[in-house]
């Protein structure tokens, strides 16, 4: 289980296209809770800028996240993309920074 990864996509609407790209996003969310090793999907939306999302995502391993990457859904969005987004998404990978346990001996 140590392979767990976050990820996190920005993604920029083009002005005027904020609802579509809203609409949109959150057309993928459904079918990529499903798939396997999907831990959490959640799509944001900015309260100060309504044309910028982030999904904040955990996958198992980054097997299944390729996997997700291929699949039908994110394909035809990716084939959309370059009308409705301004710019490519932005995906940063992360990992968890395991909390360091307190040991029982008093310093």
């Not at 993604?11 to 005027?16: F, N, T």
């Not at 980054?62 to 409705?84: M, N």
């Not at 932005?90 to 360091?100: D, F």
């Amino acid at each position: 289980m140590g392979e767990q990864l976050t990820v996190i996509a920005h993604i920029r609407a083009k002005p005027g296209m904020e609802m579509r790209v809203r609409d949109l996003l959150l057309e993928l969310v459904g079918p990529t809770r499903i798939e396997q090793g999907c831990i959490n999907y959640d799509l944001h939306q900015s309260l100060e800028h309504p044309g910028e999302f982030v999904f904040y995502e955990n996958w198992t391993t980054e097997a299944d996240l390729d996997r997700h990457a291929k699949s039908a859904h994110i394909q035809a969005f990716r084939k959309l993309a370059p009308e409705i987004l301004d710019g490519p998404a932005v995906i940063t990978k992360w990992a968890l920074v395991p909390r360091k346990e307190m040991t029982s001996s008093a310093h």
